[in-house]
T-cell receptor, first 114, second 113 residues
Framework: EPEVTQTPSHQVTQMGQEVILRCVPI?????FYWYRQILGQKVEFLVS????????KSEIFDDQFSVERPDGSNFTLKIRSTKLEDSAMYFC????????????FGDGTRLSIL | RKEVEQDPGPFNVPEGATVAFNCTYS??????FFWYRQDCRKEPKLLMS???SGNEDGRFTAQLNRASQYISLLIRDSKLSDSATYLC??????????????FGRGTQLTVWP
């Protein structure tokens, strides 16, 4: 079964540094998403992306966050000037166009900010 | 404020037991409903979609009550492998799942031998 893959599995970064989290969605999918889950808390939506632009973003997705799909394959989440509270699991998800199926999640990147 | 609420548990049951989880959602515009399971520090994985008429998948039965904005999941004949956190998930887009998903905090289940 096709999978959403994410790299790295674990990223440790000093506060104030920039990080880029990478995702390879399922190949024929056209809708892409980032979610995060702080330890012990619920999964929260960050942003959705379609046709090379942001479709929707949450209040969490402020100016320190950005997404892009630079090469038609990878879907990246960049966090500029990381803060301690950015420490979380970050999940990428993708969805086929027109599908009534649920979003497919990658296995996540654990981001630890020191 | 759009919320999905679940009893956090934990539920600790013996193998073979029947266990039920409940969920309420606050936005009456919600259109699509799912149960996901999440193992410790892993990604959410779809368990089953929830349809208006209720649906069953093996040992799992899901029910939806739109009037009460209530969703349930029943697990029969629990297995050790059912131990996980069960996430109630809601989507508001009509006829599709293209929009954001709203997650409950999850209900933790431990099945013991």
């Amino acid at each position: 079964e096709p999978e959403v893959t994410q790299t790295p599995s674990h990223q440790v970064t000093q506060m104030g540094q920039e990080v880029i989290l990478r995702c390879v969605p399922i190949s024929n999918h056209l809708y892409f998403y980032w979610y995060r889950q702080i330890l012990g808390q619920k999964v929260e939506f960050l942003v959705s992306f379609y046709n090379n632009e942001i479709s929707e973003k949450s209040e969490i997705f402020d100016d320190q966050f950005s997404v892009e799909r630079p090469d038609g394959s990878n879907f990246t989440l960049k966090i500029r000037s990381t803060k301690l509270e950015d420490s979380a699991m970050y999940f990428c998800a993708s969805l086929d166009r027109g599908s009534n199926q649920p979003q497919h999640f990658g296995d996540g990147t654990r981001l630890s900010i020191l | 404020r759009k919320e999905v609420e679940q009893d956090p548990g934990p539920f600790n049951v013996p193998e073979g037991a029947t266990v039920a989880f409940n969920c309420t959602y606050s936005n009456s515009a919600s259109q699509s409903f799912f149960w996901y399971r999440q193992d410790c520090r892993k990604e959410p994985k779809l368990l089953m979609s929830v349809y208006s008429s209720g649906n069953e998948d093996g040992r799992f039965t899901a029910q939806l009550n739109r009037a009460s904005q209530y969703i349930s999941l029943l697990i029969r004949d629990s297995k050790l492998s059912d131990s996980a956190t069960y996430l109630c998930v809601v989507n508001e887009d009509r006829g599709s799942t293209l929009g954001r998903l709203y997650f409950g905090r999850g209900t933790q289940l431990t099945v013991w031998p």
